[in-house]
């Protein structure tokens, strides 16, 4: 099993879920988050003062999934969160030893 975490602009949280849901992907978890790359900010201007805003913010999605499923989940995520502009954000993949779904003790990718 496999573990997506993808950073991405909040206005792409939904266009990124469907696109999931249509190659089959049943559950994920969605956080507000806030943070740079290399995007580190920007400025703005309020009442007059201009400042500085450090960390923007993203929607982090968590997904756990079976091997086979990753590579379609992948592309999935990145054609749908795709701007081509700076701060689109990133995708990190790591492996998940065990599941269990804690209502019925199903483990593994039964658990999904």
Do not use: C, N, W
């Not at 580190?40 to 756990?64: N, Q």
């Amino acid at each position: 099993m496999k573990k997506i975490e993808a950073i991405i602009k909040p206005f792409k949280l939904d266009d990124v879920k469907e696109a999931l849901q249509e190659i089959g992907v049943q559950g994920l978890s969605v956080i507000e988050v806030k943070g740079f790359g290399r995007q580190k900010g920007h400025t703005e201007l309020y009442r007059g003062a201009e400042y500085v805003v450090d960390f923007l913010p993203k929607v982090k999605i968590e997904v756990v999934l079976a091997d086979d499923q990753l590579d379609a989940a992948i592309e999935a995520i990145m054609t749908a969160a795709k701007t081509d502009k700076i701060g689109d954000g990133k995708i990190f993949v790591s492996t998940i030893e065990q599941a269990i779904r804690i209502r019925t003790g199903e483990d593994g990718e039964e658990a999904l």
